[in-house]
């Protein structure tokens, strides 16, 4: 294990009072079936209700709040460097047009692979926004306010240096849950972000089946071509999650024969929740979905997105409502969630 780097300071700062109260004996070890016996707590972006997402602040605030799993969207710089950002453009979430007002390409965007890693550290990280007339507008109001404090960047291998050094200084074992963003993209940017990442992964320890980890996607034939192909040569066997959007081509993912066509490349998966419970299901009325049975069938752990508190369904009054019906009436087996310290609270107190 490598040290943690200066540039996590900021972010375990924020471990200053934390509470850590998660059995950790729950977590995945060398017996994958004891993830059917946990709620999993994944947290989506880090603590990304309370700070602003993938930054090693946030993370390290998810940390603090008792995640089981963190999770990295990962895409890749100019000069080959595997970072930390939901997109694979800067435009939402940083400074960039102030930074570099003419490295917009045509489409008007600002994509992460026309830049260097030392050009990405010169932009502030914010949190998500929108603009209106030239002027930034918070997407979530209520959240981080936007321009404030001093956040960048991190790549992944600093990411897993933080986690990995909490973990040696706290004694417990978060694991971590990357997502491979866009490989088509980057294959055309002449960058084999798939390969970049396991090369990463299996530099920091994880390669078997055992290790904390999940690695997912929303390409099918990328995860395909990751257990068939790239597994074998760099011997390593982590375990796959099939993201699954609302799109139409994810429809016939949503079959019998489709879930066992994805359980033979991948281990678990990751639906929108739109996928489980109906939106336009209303409380007292949910319109389900048999997708969680389905995946159960296959022996496939099922992950849903995205839990967030200011952000409901019509059909759930509040948080811990939302929570009761996925966690415990429909049975998933864990959350990607905005707000990892409610939701551990209530599997603390309801599971």
């Not at 996590?8 to 109260?21: E, F, I, K, S």
């Not at 992460?112 to 926004?129: Q, S």
């Not at 002449?190 to 078997?208: H, M, P, Q, R």
């Not at 811990?320 to 087996?333: C, Q, R, S, T």
Request: hydrophobic content about 40%.
């Amino acid at each position: 294990m490598k040290p943690v780097r200066a540039a996590g300071l900021l972010a375990t700062m924020l471990l200053v009072g934390c509470a850590v109260t998660v059995n950790d004996q729950a977590l995945p070890g060398k017996n994958r079936v004891a993830l059917w016996q946990s709620k999993l707590v994944i947290a989506h972006r880090g603590a990304s209700g309370y700070l602003p997402e993938h930054t090693l602040a946030a993370k390290a605030m998810a940390y603090g709040q008792g995640a089981h799993f963190i999770e990295q969207d990962l895409v890749m710089s100019n000069d080959g460097h595997v970072v930390v950002l939901h997109d694979h453009y800067l435009d939402t979430v940083t400074n960039v047009r102030d930074v570099f007002p003419d490295r917009r390409r045509a489409d008007g965007r600002y994509y992460v692979v026309d830049f260097t890693l030392a050009e990405l550290r010169r932009l502030a990280v914010y949190e998500r926004f929108k603009v209106s007339d030239g002027t930034r507008i918070a997407v979530f109001e209520q959240r981080f306010p936007l321009e404030k404090s001093s956040f960048r960047i991190a790549t992944f291998a600093e990411e897993i240096e933080l986690i990995q050094g909490l973990n040696q200084s706290t004694g417990r074992s978060v694991g971590i849950y990357p997502e491979i963003k866009s490989p088509a993209f980057h294959r055309r940017e002449g960058k084999d972000i798939s390969v970049a990442v396991l090369e990463v992964l299996k530099t920091y320890g994880y390669d078997e089946r055992r290790d904390d980890v999940f690695l997912q996607c929303f390409d099918a034939n990328e995860l395909q071509r990751i257990r068939g192909e790239l597994f074998p040569v760099m011997n390593m066997t982590v375990p796959l999650v099939q993201l699954i959007g609302t799109g139409p081509e994810f429809r016939a993912a949503l079959t019998a024969e489709g879930m066992k066509s994805v359980a033979s490349y991948a281990d678990g998966i990751g639906p929108s929740m739109q996928l489980i419970v109906a939106p336009d299901s209303v409380a007292g009325n949910l319109k389900t979905t048999s997708l969680v049975q389905l995946a159960h069938d296959q022996g496939l752990v099922v992950h849903p997105y995205t839990f967030r508190r200011d952000l409901l369904p019509v059909y759930a009054e509040d948080y811990d409502a939302l929570l009761e019906i996925f966690l415990n009436d429909i049975g998933v087996d864990g959350v990607f969630t905005d707000f990892p310290d409610l939701t551990v609270e209530y599997i603390e107190s309801n599971l």
